[in-house]
C-alpha cells in the first residue's frame, strides 16, 4: 500500500477494512490464477509421474535454457560467465555437475543489483517487484511478471495444496506478516476477511491468552477448513486453543512455512485440530520448492529450482547431511536467480517415497529457530515483518528483548544512517508491541554463530507454562 492508502486503510472501520482487504484479494487472484495458470498446474501435476531419468533430461534442458538466456540478455550474468571463461559453446554443453563452475549470486549482489544488472533486457509483461521480509535488514526486491506469479502459484498449488488434499477454493486461515490490524493496542476481531479467496486473514502481532477466543471465533465464524502461514504463529495460537480448553473445529491441514516446524508443533495441530501437518519451504525469491507429501516425505520440485545442498568447501553433501542450500530459479527469466546462496539450510535425504515420485527428497529442513518475544499483555509473536523495510542505509539488525518493556536493535548501516531512520523503526515496533523502551545501537558487525548466520531476534525472557 501507498502510505496515504495505509493511512486511510488504518482508521477506516472493520467492514470497510474488510471491503478493502476483499478488493486486493480479488486483484491478487487474478494476477496469479488467471492467464497461464490453469495450463501450469496441469505440467506440474503431469511431471510428477517423471521417471529420475526424465527429470534429469528435463532440468538439463531448462538449466542450459535459462544460462543462455541469462547470458545473452542480462548484463550481470554476462560479465560473471565471461570473467570465468563461459560462453555459448560452454553453456550448451553444460552438465548438472558442472554447476560449480558458475560462480554464487550473493544476497549483497541481488539487494545492490536486483533492479538493474540483474534484470534481462527482455521483459515479460506486468512487472512488479516485491519485497521480502526483512527479518534481519535490508529486504530483496524480486520481480514478478505475470506469466512467472501464474507459473509459481500454479507449482505451488499443485505441490502444496493438492499433497495436503485441499486447493484454492478451500477456506482457509492465514497468518502472515501483512499489518491487517492496524495497532499493536487494536482491540478485536484480530481478523479481516478475503471474501474473493475466501481467506480469513489473522494478525500475527495480537496472538495471547486473552485474545484466543476471537480468533476461534474467526476460524468457525468464516468456516476454516485449513490453516497455513508461519509455523511459529500458528503454534502459538493452538497452543492457547489448548490452555484455554477451547474446543477448535477439525480441520483438514495445516501447512506450515517460514520456521522450523518440530515434532511438538505437529503434535499440538494433531491434538487441536485433529489433522495432519505439511511442511513447506520456498521464499518470496521463488527460486525453489521444497513440500511435503501425503507419505511425510519432503520432496524438492526440479521443475521450479536446482537446489545444491553444499558442504563449506562449496562440494555437494551426502545422504543425512546437512548442507548450505543454493538456488537456481527456473521460472523467472525477468531476474534470473542463479546459484544464489539465500541463507538456508538443509539435510539431504535419499531418493525414495512410497508416494512414487521421483522427486528429490530432504530429511529435514534445517530452518532458523528465532526467540519468542513475550509482550507486556502476554501475547507471542517471532516475525517481526517489516521492521527494516525501506532503510535505505541499513545492511541488517538484530532485536534483542531483556524485559516485557525493554528493547535493543543492533543496526549495521553503510555509514549514511539518519535519524528519521531511527524514528521509523521506534514508530513500527511501538506499532507492534505498545509503549516500549527501545535503544538503537549502531554496531560494526553482529556476532555469527557456527553457520555463519545471526539470530535475527533473541529474547532473555522464558515463558511461563499455563
Known amino acids: 500500500m ?13 467492514f470497510l477494512q474488510n471491503m478493502a482487504v476483499s478488493a486486493y484479494g480479488l486483484s491478487w487472484r487474478k494476477r496469479r490464477f488467471g492467464g497461464i495458470f490453469s495450463e501450469e498446474l496441469k505440467k506440474f501435476r503431469d511431471r510428477e509421474q517423471f521417471s529420475l531419468h526424465q527429470w534429469e533430461d528435463y532440468t538439463l534442458v531448462e538449466l542450459r535454457k535459462l544460462l543462455l538466456h541469462a547470458f545473452e540478455t542480462v548484463p550481470f550474468y554476462r560479465e560473471a560467465f565471461k570473467h570465468n571463461g563461459i560462453g555459448k559453446t560452454e553453456i550448451m554443453k553444460l552438465h548438472l555437475s558442472d554447476l560449480a563452475r558458475i560462480p554464487f549470486l550473493e544476497k549483497n549482489d541481488l539487494r545492490a543489483f536486483g533492479k538493474t544488472t540483474l534484470l534481462s533486457s527482455t521483459l515479460e509483461k506486468g512487472g512488479e517487484f516485491f519485497a521480502s521480509s526483512g527479518s534481519t535488514g535490508t529486504p530483496t526486491q524480486i520481480l514478478f511478471s505475470h506469466a512467472m506469479h501464474q507459473r509459481w502459484s500454479a507449482g505451488f498449488e499443485a505441490r502444496i495444496r493438492h499433497w495436503a488434499g485441499v486447493n484454492r477454493f478451500t477456506p482457509r486461515g492465514m497468518i502472515g506478516g501483512r499489518r491487517v490490524v492496524p495497532e499493536g493496542g487494536a482491540k478485536p476481531p484480530f481478523y479481516r476477511y478475503n471474501f474473493f479467496e475466501k481467506q480469513t486473514y489473522f494478525s500475527a502481532y495480537h496472538i495471547s491468552a ?7 471465533k474467526g476460524i468457525k465464524r468464516n468456516q476454516v477448513e485449513y490453516m497455513t502461514g508461519y509455523a511459529m504463529s500458528n503454534y502459538f495460537l493452538a497452543r492457547f486453543f489448548q490452555e484455554q480448553k477451547l474446543d477448535a473445529p477439525k480441520l483438514k491441514a495445516v501447512i506450515t512455512s517460514s520456521e522450523k516446524l518440530t515434532p511438538e508443533m505437529r503434535s499440538t495441530f494433531r491434538k487441536v485440530y485433529d489433522c495432519k501437518t505439511y511442511d513447506s519451504w520456498s521464499g518470496l525469491e521463488a527460486c525453489g520448492l521444497v513440500s511435503e507429501c501425503e507419505h511425510g516425505s519432503l520432496h524438492i520440485s526440479p521443475d521450479l529450482g536446482i537446489l545444491e545442498l553444499l558442504d563449506e568447501k562449496g562440494l555437494p553433501v551426502k545422504p543425512g547431511e546437512v548442507g548450505e542450500v543454493v538456488c537456481t530459479g527456473l521460472i523467472n527469466y525477468d531476474q534470473p536467480l542463479i546459484r544464489y546462496r539465500i541463507g538456508d539450510r538443509m539435510r539431504l535425504g535419499k531418493n525414495s517415497c512410497s508416494c512414487g515420485r521421483s522427486m528429490p527428497t530432504v530429511e529435514e529442513i ?19 515483518h517489516g521492521i527494516f523495510i525501506d532503510l535505505p542505509n541499513l545492511i541488517e539488525g538484530q532485536i534483542i528483548q531483556y524485559t516485557l518493556s525493554s528493547f535493543e536493535i543492533k543496526i549495521v548501516t553503510n555509514g549514511h544512517w539518519a535519524q528519521v531512520e531511527s524514528e521509523t523503526i521506534r514508530k513500527r515496533m511501538r506499532s507492534q508491541l505498545g509503549n516500549i523502551e527501545l535503544q538503537i545501537n549502531e554496531v560494526s558487525e553482529i556476532p555469527r554463530n557456527q553457520n555463519g548466520k545471526f539470530q535475527a531476534v533473541i529474547s532473555h525472557l522464558k515463558r511461563v507454562e499455563k
Open 366 to 384: 534445517a530452518g532458523r529457530v528465532e526467540d519468542t518475544v513475550i509482550g507486556q499483555d502476554g501475547r507471542e509473536m517471532v516475525r517481526f
Open 2 to 14: 501507498s502510505g496515504l492508502t495505509s493511512n486511510l486503510y488504518n482508521i477506516a472501520p472493520v
Open 210 to 216: 486473552s485474545n484466543a477466543s476471537d480468533y476461534l
